[in-house]
């Protein structure tokens, strides 16, 4: 059986193909990647569950890539995918629950309690990916929300300081001098 990762993986970049090509957006290369990697080295740091926080952060934002439901619920069909597509896969139950939970309770900006430590690693390297592509930040501003320069400046720094408020204690420790080191750079006046 191929790993169960990699094909999930394999599903969702041909999502992100679709979406790339229709949308003009690329849910990998901007951000998914960046939760992957992140939540894969959170789960080693923290001794949780790797496999559990990789699935997850393939699967947390899936369902907007997939355009599968409305994007403002798409933690909720996404963790749907993760059921089907995993049990497709002849994956465990009791890991599928896991992976579901961690993808139903990734958003920051809802008050969501997280059990496990998985739950809480993928929303942490959710909002730490805002911090590895800043430049996305940017051109949602700029392109997307057709922001002018001022208030594009505004939107990325207020943006930045609260996904950094959102993060778990642990991780706004570790991502502290990053943190202040991005505002002091990006937004002196």
Partial sequence: MPN????????????????????????????IKYVFQNAHNLAIKRKANVEI???AA?????????????????????????????AELNYSKEKINLIEQCVLHHRSSQANLRN??????????????????????????????NLPMQEGKEFVKDKLARDYK???????????KRFDTIMNVLFVY
């Fill in 4 to 31: 169960i990762v990699e094909s999930v993986k394999k599903k969702l970049l041909e999502y992100n193909k679709k979406s790339l090509k229709k949308d003009g957006y690329d849910f990998w290369d901007n951000h």
């Fill in 53 to 55: 926080c990789e699935l």
């Fill in 58 to 86: 393939l699967f947390h934002d899936m369902a907007m890539v997939a355009d599968f439901g409305p994007r403002d619920e798409h933690e909720k069909y996404g963790a749907q995918m993760a059921r089907s597509m995993l």
């Fill in 116 to 145: 496990t430590p998985e739950e809480q690693i993928i929303a942490d390297a959710d909002v730490i990916a805002h911090f590895d592509n800043i430049p996305s930040l940017f051109s949602l501003a700029y392109n997307k929300m």
């Fill in 166 to 176: 959102k993060l778990s204690p642990k991780s706004q420790k570790e991502l502290k």
